[in-house]
């Protein structure tokens, strides 16, 4: 070929690579708003789901981010795990997904899908544990809860836990929650210990822990707990046995199943180490988990004469300051029994 022709022949071929070159650029272009679009478009989801991202998926590693897609697909999420994948590397966050359980909104965009992802607000969860409750219950509640993960090591010491609310997210350990009510229950004691009423009848925190409880259980109405706490600081500067009716019940039970049963006369003359019918002053330990307020009552407790206080048949008690009232109480109370 002649150097005149392949002056010819190069004009021409550079002239179509400039022209192809300009058609991929162009195609590329269209591609990639098409991808931003649909990346930014409402979600084919058609209502409102809960999708849980397992911990230990290699969510910096791309295969890591691909099960993710995965995962969002089946759901319905997204309908393209490619442009996810793009759009998450591109947006530079593809390293910043967390695992989790999160709630995705129906329509939900895959640029908002990854900002859920990356936010790592998972859906909370809430147990209860009643006040009142003994540390076997506790455990049983924790273990009927299928959001909580794992075992509990052993059964916490009865009185060590404080009854809340917890909240938690999907995979938290039940012993994270036995944890957490031990640390609050510490940190209760001991603030409102340091700020309780002087001359009390109590040497220590764990008096203090151990006088709650039997108020817990002496009463659920919150009003009363002060006044009921007055009372058996009135009989423990008296002397008087405390003779409360839920410590002979644990000392038959330990806290282990509820007693199932009335006391008996037997009962009542039993010789264990929580009858406080049969033994003077203050039981080894707790007789249950006690909550804030009873605490409160204990620490704080209402100026008082009275020394007896008996059911009144309304879910209150009937106070009395001697024998001979409290007697009159109690035939009232038999009598609204025998109704």
């Known amino acids: 070929m002649s150097e005149e022709s392949n002056k010819t022949t190069r004009p021409a071929f550079l002239k179509w690579a400039s022209f192809f070159l300009a058609l991929l650029v162009l195609v590329a272009a269209i591609l990639a708003y098409t991808a931003q679009v649909r990346f930014l478009a409402p979600g084919p989801l058609?209502?409102?789901?809960?999708?849980?991202?397992?911990?230990?998926?290699?969510?910096?590693?791309?295969?890591?981010?691909?099960?993710?897609?995965?995962?969002?697909?089946?759901?319905?999420?997204?309908?393209?795990?490619?442009i996810f994948q793009l759009g998450a590397r591109y947006t530079q966050r593809s390293k910043?997904?967390?695992?989790?359980?999160?709630?995705?909104p129906a329509q939900v965009?895959?640029?908002?899908?990854?900002?859920?992802?990356e936010s790592g607000k998972s859906i909370a969860y809430?147990?209860?544990?009643?006040?009142?409750?003994?540390?076997?219950?506790?455990?049983?509640?924790?273990l009927a809860e299928p959001a909580l993960e794992g075992t509990i090591n052993q059964t916490p010491q009865e009185g060590s836990l404080l009854p809340e609310t917890y909240h938690f997210v999907r995979g938290d350990s039940r012993q994270?929650?036995?944890?957490?009510?031990?640390?609050d229950l510490t940190r209760t004691l001991q603030d409102l210990w340091d700020k309780r009423q002087e001359g009390l009848p109590l040497k220590s925190p764990q008096e203090a822990l151990i006088l709650a409880s039997i108020v817990e259980k002496e009463t659920?109405?919150?009003s009363e707990r002060p006044l009921v706490a007055g009372v058996f600081v009135n009989r423990l500067n008296k002397s008087m046995r405390l003779q409360s009716d839920p410590t002979v019940s644990y000392g038959i039970t330990l806290g282990k199943q509820p007693l199932g049963r009335s006391l008996t006369r037997a009962d009542l003359k039993a010789l264990t180490a929580y009858n406080t019918y049969t033994i003077d002053g203050l039981p080894p330990g707790p007789i249950a988990n006690v909550g804030r307020s009873a605490l409160e009552a204990v620490m704080q407790p209402a100026a008082t004469k009275y020394l007896?206080?008996?059911?009144?048949?309304?879910?209150?008690?009937?106070f009395a300051r001697t024998l001979k009232e409290h007697n009159k109480?109690?035939?009232?109370w038999r009598s609204v029994q025998m109704k």
């Not at 109480?329 to 009232?332: A, E, G």
């Open 46 to 82: 058609q209502q409102d789901v809960s999708v849980l991202i397992p911990r230990g998926a290699g969510l910096e590693k791309i295969t890591g981010l691909l099960e993710k897609a995965g995962l969002l697909e089946k759901e319905g999420i997204i309908d393209d795990a490619l």
């Open 96 to 104: 910043n997904l967390k695992a989790g359980e999160y709630l995705f």
């Open 109 to 117: 965009s895959m640029d908002q899908a990854i900002a859920i992802l």
């Open 126 to 142: 809430a147990v209860t544990i009643p006040e009142g409750k003994t540390s076997q219950e506790i455990v049983d509640i924790l």
């Open 176 to 183: 994270s929650i036995i944890d957490r009510m031990q640390a």
């Open 220 to 222: 659920g109405v919150a």
């Open 308 to 318: 007896y206080f008996v059911a009144d048949g309304t879910g209150g008690h009937a």
């Open 329 to 332: 109480n109690v035939r009232i």
